[in-house]
């Protein structure tokens, strides 16, 4: 979003509280969008490593939390990278 490149500090944060606010009125409270969340991430990784739940409850959140984690230091690298990029071009 190039737009967002041109906004001061305070439109950015402003922008961010919109989001906020909008999202908390059609999707209920903090609480409720947060475990909601937890849940759809938990999901997410769970069909990736067993989509047919044949593993014990204890099995798949212990390899749910291994792929969170490596899903997280791959974004980590991935970051690291285009950092690395941008400031090689300047």
Excluded: C, W, Y
Excluded at 23 to 44: C, E, I, L, P, Q
């Amino acid at each position: 979003m190039a737009a967002a490149t041109k906004l001061s500090k305070e439109e950015r944060s402003l922008r961010a509280k919109l989001a906020a606010h909008s999202a908390h009125a059609k999707h209920g409270s903090r609480a409720m969008t947060a475990k909601a969340r937890k849940v759809a991430n938990f999901d997410r990784f769970a069909d990736g490593i067993d989509p047919d739940r044949k593993l014990p409850p204890a099995e798949l959140e212990a390899r749910v939390a291994s792929a969170r984690q490596a899903h997280m230091a791959a974004l980590s690298f991935r970051a690291s990278r285009a950092r690395a990029a941008k400031t090689s071009q300047k």
